[in-house]
């Protein structure tokens, strides 16, 4: 559920945050903000390393493996949007100058910079300094695998069929009550580009819409791999796509597709 909130809620976040953002910036002066840079340089330097001993010393010490402490230490090194806010109420209190607000700005920039490519690369960084030892998985390594959004009445038959070819069958849908009903399931909404992400949609052998919506068929067979299977229940006759009528297909049927893979 807090994957599908926050995916659902971002577009308000991002609004906020980038007009905090404009704001901020917009009572700087360029040369005020780069009054501290040398400081700014060396105290990003100190926090991130800080941080991330403490951080990973923490979840170490509560009993999580190497890997989980090392990643979370990693991926918390930037310092929050709040210093920004503390920063701008202190400066309106007349508790620091224009510099020292830029001086903590540029802080916050360098290290939110710089923690995006170790957010981005956090598994390649661990691999290479402990080689061999890491033990998490996600969904996206996963590889011709298929995936089902929508469910829908006999679509168990047709997951049956479709697992002898392909290494797993995971369902999508927005109802949790999905779960009791098939093996490999994932709440969410497969409107969601994230969502479609975290699922690998792009390493993905299968995918199938069990429900009428062209422009989402169009993103799907964009962000698919060229030889992916893509079937979508759909009136409109779209290249590169099988579509099929969803209360009509049966198992008999989908084999057929399968098999001109």
């Known amino acids: ?11 308000v976040t991002d609004f906020f945050i980038a007009m905090f953002f404009i704001n901020f910036g917009l009572n700087l002066s360029l040369g005020e903000f780069l009054t501290y840079w040398p400081e700014a340089l060396v105290f990003a330097g100190m926090l991130m390393v800080l941080k991330f001993v403490v ?15 090392f990643k979370s230490g990693i991926t918390m090194t930037q310092t929050s949007e709040f210093s920004l ?26 290290t939110m910079g710089l923690s995006s490519y170790l957010i981005l690369f956090h598994k390649q960084i661990f691999d290479r300094i ?32 479709l697992e002898e070819s392909f290494s797993q069958v995971i369902v999508v ?13 994932r709440f969410g909404d497969f409107h969601h580009r994230d969502l479609r992400e975290d699922l690998g949609l792009d390493k ?10 062209e422009s989402l068929v169009r993103e799907v067979l964009n962000e698919s791999r060229e030889d992916a299977l893509i079937l ?29 893979m």
């Open 232 to 260: 979508a229940d759909s009136a409109e006759e779209i290249e590169g796509v099988e579509t099929f009528d969803s209360e009509t297909l049966i198992a008999d049927e989908l084999e057929k597709y399968v098999e001109e």
């Open 204 to 213: 993905a052998g299968f995918v199938m819409i069990n429900f009428e919506d």
């Open 130 to 161: 402990h080689p061999g030892e890491s033990e998490l998985e996600s969904e996206t390594s996963m590889v011709d695998h298929a995936l089902i959004a929508g469910y829908r009445e006999g679509l168990n038959e047709i997951i049956e069929e």
């Open 173 to 185: 849908d927005k109802d949790p009550d999905v779960e009791r009903k098939v093996d490999k399931f």
């Open 85 to 110: 806010i503390f920063a701008a109420a202190a400066s309106s209190a007349g508790l620091l100058n224009s510099a020292e607000v830029g001086l903590i700005s540029l802080v916050a920039i360098i």
């Open 1 to 11: 559920y807090s994957s599908e909130l926050v995916e659902k809620m971002s577009p």
């Open 55 to 69: 951080i990973s010393r923490l979840v170490r010490w509560k009993g999580f493996t190497r890997e989980i402490s």
